[in-house]
């Protein structure tokens, strides 16, 4: 298995721009978690789906991001427009609904926005 | 509320000394509890865990943690430590009996420099 692969892995965008941020689970995990990663917040969660519904979108800063999960293997997370404080990188992780089974993590994409 | 709390921000040793990582945690139930690695520029890494049984769970790189339940307690171990071991550690928890879905509440993450 490939692991949880993310796309782009580094974005350099102007402010006021779109960003797309990607993410493939592994085959057959029925949880989804965008994850932000800053030096100032530490590791923050932004949503979660489960079997492609959003469950807790809470931790989404503010309108401008969004998250969609269209089927099992695909999901993105979009900054419209994005600012420079949502410079960090993104992670995403899948997991299955086994309450013994931990998160596997993406490698993540780190995202500046100048 | 299920929560945990790494006290250290960060942890110095040198190489070939014992590492601990502290972890204290807090569950209404019985917790599952995990431990994950960061290396620079790459994602959270899984390294071990305790469900139930044996309070001493042994992980990837040598690594082994211990629950200790009446401290609420996990803290990550290693006997010699590696240059290589630096990095980033975060301890998380899961309360299997909320209904919390399949979130797990992370730490806040200690930084761990291994000097040679």
């Known amino acids: 298995d490939a692991g949880v692969i993310q796309s782009p892995r580094h974005e350099v965008t102007e402010m006021g721009q779109e960003v797309t941020l990607r993410c493939k689970p592994i085959s057959g995990h029925d949880y989804l978690f965008w994850y932000r990663q800053t030096m100032m917040r530490g590791l923050e969660l932004l949503i979660y789906?489960?079997?492609?519904?959003?469950?807790?979108d809470s931790g989404m800063p503010e309108d401008r991001f969004s998250a969609k999960m269209p089927n099992a293997s695909f999901s993105t997370l979009k900054i419209q427009p994005s600012e420079p404080r949502d410079s960090a990188v993104y992670f995403c992780?899948?997991?299955?609904?086994?309450?013994?089974?931990?998160?596997?993590f993406g490698s993540g994409t780190r995202l500046t926005v100048v | 509320a299920q929560s945990v709390a790494q006290p250290e921000d960060q942890v110095n040793v040198a190489e070939g000394n014992p590492l601990t990582v502290k972890c204290t945690y807090s569950v209404s139930g019985n917790p599952y509890l995990f431990w994950y690695v960061q290396y620079p520029n790459r994602g959270l890494q899984f390294l071990l865990k305790?469900?139930?049984?044996?309070?001493l769970v042994k992980g990837s790189y040598g690594f082994e943690a211990e629950f200790n339940k009446s401290q609420t307690s996990f803290h990550l171990k290693k006997p010699s430590a590696l240059v290589s071991d630096s990095a980033l550690y975060f301890c998380?928890?899961?309360?299997?009996?909320?209904?919390?879905?399949?979130?797990?509440?992370f730490g806040g993450g200690t930084r761990v420099l291994v000097k040679p």
């Open positions: 789906f489960n079997n492609n519904v959003p469950i807790d």
């Open positions: 992780a899948s997991s299955l609904s086994r309450g013994d089974y931990g998160y596997t």
């Open positions: 305790y469900i139930t049984g044996d309070n």
């Open positions: 998380a928890v899961r309360d299997p009996f909320k209904a919390a879905g399949n979130k797990l509440t």
